[in-house]
């Protein structure tokens, strides 16, 4: 009788009714309690449902009833592991291993709780051994890229990304079809992959491996303004040639080395860095509207991060003007500030104050970013105040008036984004800079 009722909570646990399998899982334990499988299927049905503690009490049953119950152990081990006790989840998957030495995901999830426990060397062993089991497992080659990247292990994190990838084609060229699950795995790997290069500067590698994700699953949040990002580096070099080349980093604060963007992080750029605060320590003191301590066509590019929106309106043309009058023939002006366009979308749902997005200083609402850091000109840093602001339109017609060519602006999240140029060869009309003694007639 009581294998009846397991047989048929078997059927409909296939089926997705849990309820009725419940049902019988229950029958079949009031007939005979002593019942291990009961026990176990009950516990898998308290897992899948999310709760661990009646899950751990069912495996925990069964367990004392057969004590080499591996799957009642191996999934006693997840439910552990899934509640935060890793002590014990530990010591479960090691009874796995020991009943059955080829367990594979008993290594991986034991792996994965050593790597929460930011014990790599023991998840590193773990990967190995599963892959001494099963040389082909994507799995195991995707969970040693993760460690290898947590430990900035970086090459060996693309490698172990690319063996993944590698292995993944392979099935997917044998079967012929991809699942919902084969697509979401992929995908993951390329960003993996995208990530680990882009940390390690790869960066046409990390753009390959993006726009592939991208092509698997578009619904990507984030992923276009990294690949833009990327891509505008790209173009930013190839344009810019020089062998040694100098970036003006107006607005630049503290000193931090990761205050550059992207484009101007490698060896050949130096940073020459602008400020209106001396407290900052910047190389030169000085305000947008008056550069006059940097030459007429002195710099490659400007980088000016969260900074234009400082001026006053009227003080914008002024400012571009200078930007435009120190670089360089064909340098460039890489800008990024508040997107008010944006921001008003959260003030009409009544998000005038509500956190936005948390930062260093704390949550930033919509009245921050109109107006400034309110805790820091609270404090009595009145350079944090906005007195402007731009809609994507808005910035790139000023950037045109003030005389640079190949304006583009791009919106992402509650930023906007300009990159623009100043022409090559003076237009006659156009400021270039220079002062007219300069000039010999």
């Not at 060896?267 to 006059?292: A, H, K, N, S």
């Not at 749902?349 to 200083?361: A, F, M, Q």
């Not at 990159?419 to 002062?435: F, H, I, Q």
């Amino acid at each position: 009788m009581q294998l009846d009722y397991l047989q048929t909570a078997k059927d409909y646990l296939t089926s997705g009714n849990t309820e009725l399998a419940i049902a019988n899982l229950t029958k079949a334990l009031a007939v005979d309690p002593d019942l291990a499988e009961a026990h176990y299927q009950l516990g898998v049905i308290q897992a899948q449902q999310n709760k661990l503690d009646n899950a751990i009490l069912c495996f925990r049953r069964a367990i004392a009833l057969e004590p080499q119950y591996t799957d009642a152990l191996y999934n006693l081990g997840n439910a552990l592991a899934q509640s935060g006790q890793h002590a014990e989840a530990i010591a479960t998957y090691k009874q796995v291993i020991e009943l059955q030495p080829d367990h594979i995901n008993a290594y991986l999830n034991l792996g994965v709780v050593h790597f929460q426990n930011q014990n790599f060397a023991s998840a590193t062993s773990c990967c190995q051994k599963a892959l001494e089991i099963d040389p082909k497992n994507i799995r195991a080659y995707h969970s040693l890229a993760t460690i290898f990247t947590n430990q900035g292990m970086l090459e060996k994190s693309i490698e172990s990304y690319q063996q993944a990838i590698a292995l993944i084609a392979a099935t997917n060229s044998e079967s012929g079809k991809k699942t919902q699950s084969d697509l979401e795995l992929e995908t993951n790997l390329y960003v993996g992959l995208g990530n680990s290069c882009y940390l390690q500067k790869h960066l046409e590698q990390s753009l390959q491996a993006y726009q592939q994700a991208l092509a698997l699953y578009s619904n990507l949040p984030g992923l276009t303004d990294r690949i833009r990002e990327i891509e505008w580096t790209l173009e930013i070099r190839s344009k810019i040639s020089e062998a040694k080349k100098t970036v003006l980093h107006v607005g630049c604060g503290p000193y931090s080395t990761t205050g550059l963007h992207l484009a101007f992080q490698s060896p050949e750029w130096q940073e020459i860095r602008f400020d209106i605060d001396p407290g900052v320590q910047p190389d030169i003191v000085g305000t947008l509207t008056d550069m006059t301590a940097v030459g007429s066509n002195a710099v490659n590019a400007i980088w000016s991060s969260h900074n234009i929106e400082h001026l006053y309106p009227h003080e914008v043309p002024i400012a571009l003007k200078e930007c435009y009058r120190v670089l360089k023939p064909g340098g460039l002006a890489l800008i990024t500030l508040p997107d008010l366009q944006k921001v008003a979308e959260f003030i009409a749902e009544g998000k005038l104050e509500t956190p936005l997005y948390n930062s260093p200083s704390g949550g930033i609402s919509a009245l921050d970013i109109i107006y400034g850091l309110g805790v820091a000109i609270a404090n009595g840093n009145y350079y944090m105040a906005h007195r402007t602001g731009f809609t994507a339109e808005t910035l790139r017609n000023k950037l045109v008036d003030a005389g640079f060519i190949d304006a583009i602006v791009c919106r992402e999240g509650l930023n906007l984004w300009a990159k623009a140029y100043k022409p090559n060869t003076a237009r006659l009309g156009v400021s270039d800079g220079l002062r007219e003694e300069q000039f010999h007639w």
